[in-house]
């Protein structure tokens, strides 16, 4: 039998406003990364219309044009957090191509239609 048991965490004001900042900034720098990542995208499509080879952007660019654009928005920022959030947005666009690839487009196999 497993026994549960009840804490309780005084979290102090600080720490509170920490984590609001970390969880904003994370976001941010997603939201960033999704629009190089697009523009990214956008470009190769055309380059390729054109014959010519595709470009790819090399990730220190990304970490660094994150950290400038957060400087200029005046956003606290840490660089673990953009490198986690770079990480995490190729993870999953890795598994979304991955899955369209199989036909299973938004969770949902293209078989039982």
């Known amino acids: 039998m497993k026994k549960g048991y009840k804490y309780r965490l005084n979290v102090k ?5 920490m984590l609001k900042d970390y969880m904003f900034s994370a976001t941010q ?9 697009e523009n990214e995208r956008k470009t190769n499509k055309k380059l390729k219309e054109e014959g010519k080879n595709p470009s790819y952007i090399k990730d220190s660019y990304i970490d660094n044009e994150i950290t400038r654009i957060l400087k200029q928005r005046e956003i606290p920022l840490k660089n673990n957090i953009n490198q986690q959030e770079r990480r995490r947005y190729n993870e999953e666009t890795s598994k979304r191509i991955k899955r ?12 039982n239609f």
Do not use: T
Request: no cysteine; net charge positive.
């Open 13 to 17: 004001q600080s720490d509170i406003k």
């Open 100 to 111: 369209i690839k199989k036909g299973d487009i938004l969770g949902k196999s293209m078989n």
């Open 29 to 37: 720098s997603y939201n960033i990364i999704h629009s190089l990542k």
